[in-house]
């Protein structure tokens, strides 16, 4: 067990929906990052939080938002969903002073 | 750019047999270097890490060497099992620390 949650596990919906997944990070953990796993497209950097803020951003679509709250929590905010957008997305937390992230379960997004 | 190579999967042993799966990395500087496994139905587990040159990470009865001069880390295990099949994957940190990660491979061993 990495200490990080994602809810929910598995997420059914159909083209043009909108779906919140959710992430906690470890206990203390001020960074948050958000990757998408797909059979295409391999393992791929979405976006970074620190401490609430925004910090980087990778391959992440315009129809996709995040956000951290002040409890560190985190958001990933996907619209107007396409086939395309079906993946495993993963949260990873990463602990001051360090370089190592700890992953999350996945959240295993089904579009139909 | 910054980048992971690793070998094509699947791998396919037998129990005992040893292992080596290949990652050679692309990167100014000298990188933290990671290998993460997703088990079947699973989330990423970090496996091992390395921080500097000549380190070598080792967990579970696996090894990998941070190796400078051929920007190689290979994964390697003496005995592997039933058990141990999984997706492996190489990664290294950047910028705000983003991971850039290997393709993966595919390791399965059979009885």
């Known amino acids: 067990d990495s200490g990080v949650t994602q809810t929910p596990k598995h997420l059914i919906t159909a083209t043009g929906q909108r779906v919140t997944l959710r992430c906690s990070p470890r206990s203390g953990d001020l960074s948050v990052y958000w990757y998408q796993q797909s059979l295409d497209q391999g393992l791929q950097f979405l976006i970074q939080y620190y401490n609430g803020e925004e910090r980087a951003k990778g391959n992440i679509l315009e129809r996709f938002s995040a956000q951290q709250f002040p409890d560190l929590h985190s958001e990933l905010n996907l619209s107007s969903l396409e086939l395309g957008d079906s993946a495993l997305y993963f949260c990873?937390?990463?602990?001051?002073?360090?370089?190592?992230?700890?992953f999350g379960p996945g959240t295993r997004l089904t579009v139909l | 750019g910054d980048s992971v190579t690793q070998m094509e999967g699947p791998v396919t042993l037998s129990e005992e047999a040893f292992l080596t799966i290949n990652c050679t990395y692309t990167?100014?500087?000298?990188?933290?270097l990671f290998w993460y496994v997703q088990y079947p139905g699973e989330g990423l587990q970090l496996l091992l890490k390395?921080?500097?040159?000549?380190d070598k990470g080792s967990n579970k009865g696996f090894e990998a060497t941070y190796r400078k001069e051929t920007t190689s880390f290979h994964l390697e295990k003496g005995s592997v099992q039933v058990s141990d099949s999984a997706v492996y994957f190489c990664?290294?940190?950047?910028?705000?620390?983003?991971?850039?990660f290997g393709t993966g491979t595919r390791l399965q061993v059979f009885p």
């Open positions: 390395a921080t500097k040159a000549d």
């Open positions: 990873a937390s990463r602990s001051e002073g360090t370089d190592t992230q700890y």
């Open positions: 990167a100014t500087g000298y990188p933290s």
């Open positions: 990664a290294l940190p950047r910028d705000t620390d983003k991971l850039i």
